[in-house]
Nanobody, 113 residues
Framework: QVQLVESGGGLVQPGGSLRLSCAASGSIFSLNVMAWYRQAPGKQREWIAQ???????AYADSVKGRFTISRDNVKNTVYLEMNSLKPEDTAVYFC???????WGQGTQVTVSS
């Protein structure tokens, strides 16, 4: 079983940076595809980034070049570094583990001046 706990959200000004963390429990973390999603008010949950166990990454066009996903398989933690933040990045950000299809509870990111 995998449990995910996100942290690091908060209020940041446009153009600023923030780093989110997702701490995972479970013995299969190192083999898991991990991902970040986000959900803005009134919108569908959106996939934004993923990372495979071997380190291969992929990004949604909306965040490509600004966000970086990484993982530490020893610490059982996945990160999302967010740079050049825009107001439209405001959302609840969720960590996701493909196996066994588990979501974290989310952390709020608000980009506003």
């Amino acid at each position: 079983q995998v449990q995910l706990v996100e942290s690091g959200g908060g209020l940041v000004q446009p153009g600023g940076s923030l780093r989110l963390s997702c701490a995972a429990s479970g013995s299969i973390f190192s083999l898991n595809v991990m991902a970040w999603y986000r959900q803005a008010p009134g919108k569908q949950r959106e996939w934004i980034a993923q990372i495979a166990g071997g380190g291969n990454t992929a990004y949604a066009d909306s965040v490509k070049g600004r966000f970086t996903i990484s993982r530490d398989n020893v610490k059982n933690t996945v990160y999302l570094e967010m740079n050049s933040l825009k107001p439209e990045d405001t959302a609840v950000y969720f960590c996701y583990a493909q196996i066994p299809h588990v979501w974290g509870q989310g952390t709020q990111v608000t980009v506003s001046s």
